[in-house]
């Protein structure tokens, strides 16, 4: 599986794309299957309908636990570091591990969980959210973790459209000196969520919890009324793992489906390559397992490697912003993942922070979820791989499973900003406007990518249809990503950002039109409009406009902060809008479409050049918005 120079990553291009079947078949003789697969793939964009391994049988725990107990059962699988620095580490053996998840397991099975089953799970950064994921995979059922920054109705909307019939939550969580009520928020989803028959509940920060008679059961108490003897159900290849919920340009957030085979075999591929794990390192990924990156970096990649994952409650900048430093001195972090909104968070706080610590244990870092900037590239170079650590900046999506296009550490030569070259058995391709491919270096496009890999989405849960109109439809033949992307003269590739109605705040993935339909549900709003704007730490802020039924004048700060109240109950504090301009119009066409490009150009603060105006219905709206930005100074 593993590259070790330049020559052989090009040789295993060379191949995965001449021989894909092939190739990915070498690579899955890596793991252990039940049952040989018969076909390594079939695929056809149009439907979609991709399938690899057709005909395996597997189970992934056996694949992340069991198979390394005989030679890694006494060596960490994973190092919790709690939110309070001065509460002790936990370390979770593989032995141990393996024991929690087998326990848990059953108490799924006892709570009348089956193969199949959908099981949501919203808990705070904690060994037993691993735990729980990997009982699921355990015993067949399908995941469908819910990040903790959602609101109840984000997770009863969740719930409701996988029909989850159990959930796993804890009483509370703490990220930084902030109290997060789980149970509280889970209580109030579910009383619009008549699938759901029981409440699995951690006690974790020991707050009050109300806990429903029938319904909701204690994780100590079940815990003790089971064995750590929990065969792993046998699946297919092609049989559901997980569903992750994402933003897309229009309506609810989608479920995005991953497969049993193709998932493991792509995460653990990629994890081993590109960050170039050596046994005993210790990989620690800041990202929370409520998103994709979390899922693949902290859980499975690294278990299928029997790699040592340090997974982090708390939040970077507390105590203070020296946290991060202090958890890879303390922990000797050999590789670190992050995203670029917390470095270039941390690089406002100053280097006082980054002093004292050691941080010579450092091997590798890494950058997911948004484009990463030059400052914050060199920030990262200069000041915690001290010139010394390659940087992967990974470029993928939820809807991919695995890193796409990146580095590979210390082998592939590295560009600031530019997340370089696709890994074996990625195939992208640049498209325009009218879908034409978009040849040779020098040029950029959208980015599409031409051949399935293992992990790509095979369904949107519950609409097959949304999967192929969202993702095959725009280009014919083709995975569309939403992304536009340059190619360089030497063919590496940058990222540039969505193309499409997605934003990207803080590394995470938001609606336009999900935030206007939050806020078109507050009282007194008439009808709004989201775009992103250039935020200096979380990449893109969100900056609202927002048409009342009456002038909210004095009462405009009051009405501000009911809008925000109003966003965080319907989709959860990470939308909160940044900026919310009062406007007494929209710039619409005369089809009554929305000038998005021109509400844009305003929160930029770049109001000399609008284009063409000349199509709107009345083009003296944009001279009122104009006067009343909201634009920084
Ligand atoms: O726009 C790209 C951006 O994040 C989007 C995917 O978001 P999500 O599904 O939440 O997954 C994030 C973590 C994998 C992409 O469409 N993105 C992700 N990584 C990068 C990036 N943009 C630039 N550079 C990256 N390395």
Known sequence: ???????????????????????????????????????????????????????????????????????????????????????????LTYKMLHDQVCRFANVLKRNGVVKGDRVCIYMPMVPELAVAVLACARVGAVHSVVFGGFSAQSIADRINDAQCNVVVTSDGAMRGNKSIPMKDTVDDALIGCPSVKRVIVLTHTRTGVSMIKGRDVWWETEMKQVTADCPAEEMDAEDMLFILYTSGSTGKPKGVVHTCGGYMVYTAYTFLNVFQYEPGYVHFCTADIGWITGHSYIVYGPLANGATSLMFEGIPTWPDAGRFWDIVDKHKVDILYTAPTAIRSLMGFGLDYVKGHDLSSLKVLGSVGEPINAEAWHWYDDNIGKNRCPI??????????????????????????????????????????????????????????????????????????????????????????????????????????????????????????????????????????????????????????VITESDPAHEADLMRRDILATVSRIIGPIAKPDKIQFVNGLPKTRSGKIMRRILRKIAEGDTSNLGDTSTLLDPGVVEDIKAGALVDV
């Open 392 to 545: 992967v900046d990974t470029w993928w999506q939820t809807e991919n499973g695995g890193i796409l296009i990146s580095p590979l550490a210390g082998i592939t030569k590295t560009k600031p900003t530019y997340a370089t070259l696709p890994l074996p058995g990625v195939q992208p391709v640049l498209v325009d406007e009218n879908g034409a491919v978009i040849e040779g270096n020098g040029v950029s496009g959208n980015l599409c990518i031409k051949f399935p890999w293992p992990s790509i989405i095979r369904t949107t849960y519950g609409d097959h249809e949304r999967c192929r109109q969202t993702y095959f439809s725009t280009y014919p033949g083709m995975y569309f990503t939403g992304d536009g992307c340059l190619r360089d003269e030497d063919g590496y590739y940058r990222i540039t950002g969505r193309v499409d109605d997605v934003l990207n705040v803080s590394g995470h993935r938001i609606g336009t039109a999900e935030v206007e339909n939050a806020i078109n549900m507050h009282t007194g709003v008439v009808e709004s409009a989201v775009v992103g704007y250039p935020h200096d730490i979380k990449g893109q802020g969100i900056y609202a406009y």
């Open 1 to 91: 599986m593993r590259i070790r120079t330049f020559e052989e990553y090009q040789q295993a291009y060379a191949y995965s794309v001449e021989d894909p079947e092939g190739f990915w078949g070498e690579i899955a003789q890596n793991f252990q299957w039940r049952k040989p697969w018969t076909k390594t793939l079939q695929w056809h964009f149009d439907e979609p309908n991709v399938q690899w391994y057709i005909g395996g049988k597997l189970n992934i725990t056996e694949n992340c636990l069991d198979r390394h107990l005989a030679d890694k059962g006494d060596q960490p699988a994973i190092i919790w570091e709690p939110n309070d620095p001065s509460e002790p580490a936990v370390t």
